[in-house]
């Protein structure tokens, strides 16, 4: 059976699955990142994973290949280079050490690269040549397709859009301190961010006058939001207004024929696509109006980050 | 001889020529666009202006095709489309009616696209595969290519910078009504306008204060910015702040290698490039830092417009 391993990289996890040509994750595990804080030592746990899925497959494998999403990653170098968020410093040359481990082929690329990769050959950007995957987790990130192939930029650095300065400069500071830049707005934590901004202003009763900012969780904003709470309501249409003119900016660039919200924020559902679409719509262009839509994953049946990652091995069959 | 021809349209005058591999014009001619408000007299006008070009060179011709720069250009259906500049309204099926009159390739994009196309063939960004032209005239136009393809994006309207909301909502209007659009600040118009703002702003004496708008000239403020003049000054430093903060933030779809400055406005040279460089590297990411230029075009020997619009063809050589 032809299978590609995906690995997802993340500051607390690791996950790895192997990946067949429809883009089902048919074994998986994950571990904690955190708990090899050296280098060669997370390396070998990872190819020791890799070969572990093999066996668990019932039948023989062909591995195509390995491919990995991670934070700061350069696709062209093979290295993830000064990400925040993981222990090793510096730049870290992934694919030179894992070439001296494993003999197949290996692509790396940053994870809302690879979200958009398993966008288009397994989800719901099946048949586009232009769009655009916004990930709203943590941070905001984003993955750009144009006439069919990924906008990687000069050494691997494009699609950057959380810290576009879309704000004015005495807003809120990002996570890599950009003034006014998109996520401190548009994101998981951006929106809690909202909620004590609005709660700084408005005087409205709310339940998130009792609790703290490290207590408050996404899924608690959209259940008050669904049960009336003045403060949830208000925050989703500020972030909704923030994103949709945000995008229709965005459209400016590579026209795309659809953007997909993807990650912690997007499963807000309605409360986050509704004002989005229709703030952008009041912001687009006359000769965009009408063509560009905004939806959601086609992955969420699957194991989207391994699975896009694996994405990287199948795109190149 | 193996020769394509370029053509210019514009709101004034229509330039065409015959461009060789190297990209220089070997003949060329204009007319002004104004005289044939009747599309059909246009295109006729057109394809004999290339036949009498054709003749004009000594030697036997292979036309390999025509390649076409137009504002508001569809270059996925040949079409002109609402140009604001054009006597031609609504959609012009310009591919489909010049192939009534001539049978060799026809191509068509607009006119920022066709610039960025010469400068990779034929000027300063030979050898490179990602990098933005950004095009400084009565409004601001971008090309952008991406690991050498051009961006055309879904229906062909991708790179449109000039209507980016970059400044608040108070500010200017640009000239499709967007409020605080890029081109409001950055382009030959945009420079004026902020010589008035200025004067309205500040009491230094300034020969601009004895000059109407409609009498102002971009030469003329590069001359006087060369005396010393404090309001010509102040706006190459206004308008470099704006660019410079604007080409950083761009800097996070593409990646690109360089950005290069065209046209009216750039032809103010170091008074424009310099503090758009000063400002662009104050708020480029770490990440980009020592990445991006900021270069000029090579195309100012050659007849930038008409051999842009023939790179169309010779790029698909």
């Known amino acids: ?99 001296q481990r494993i003999d197949v082929p290996l692509k790396v690329t940053n994870d809302a690269n690879a979200a958009a990769l398993g966008e288009m050959l397994f989800g719901n950007a099946k048949g586009m040549k232009d769009f655009i995957v916004i990930t709203l987790g943590t941070g905001l990130g984003s993955g750009i397709v144009s006439n069919g192939s990924m906008v990687y930029g000069y050494d691997g650095f494009a699609g950057e859009f959380g810290h576009f300065a879309m704000l004015p400069e005495d807003g809120r500071v990002d996570g890599l301190g950009v003034k006014g830049g998109l996520e401190a707005y548009v994101s998981a934590t951006g929106l809690k961010r909202t909620i004590m901004y609005l709660i700084s ?48 900016n965005f459209t400016l660039f590579s026209q795309p024929e659809a953007f997909f919200l993807v990650g912690g924020l997007a499963n807000c559902g309605k409360w986050i696509f509704e004002p989005t ?41």
């Open 1 to 99: 059976m032809d299978l590609a391993a995906g690995i997802d990289i993340g500051g607390t996890k690791t996950k790895l699955g192997l990946v067949n040509q429809s883009g089902e994750c048919v074994v998986d595990m994950n571990f904690r990142t955190k708990e090899y804080p050296d280098l060669d030592e997370f390396l070998d746990k990872t190819i020791a994973s890799v070969h572990s899925l093999v066996a668990q497959v019932g039948s023989p494998v062909n591995l195509l290949g390995i491919g990995i999403g991670a934070p700061n990653a350069s696709n062209t170098r093979g290295t993830i280079e000064y990400a925040p968020n993981l222990y090793w410093k510096g730049i870290v040359p992934l694919l030179e050490k894992l070439n």
């Open 201 to 248: 202003k408005h005087t409205d009763d709310s339940r998130f006058r009792s609790i703290a900012f490290n207590d408050l969780h996404g899924e608690e904003i959209t259940e008050a939001a669904e049960q009336g709470d003045p403060i949830a309501l208000k925050a989703f249409e500020y972030t909704g207004q923030i994103l949709g003119k945000a995008l229709a």
């Open 277 to 317: 679409q229709k703030y952008m719509d009041q912001h687009l262009l006359e000769m965009y109006q009408g063509k560009v839509k905004i939806l959601s994953s086609g992955m969420a049946e699957k194991n989207a980050a391994i699975s896009g990652a694996a994405a990287l091995i199948w795109s190149a069959q």
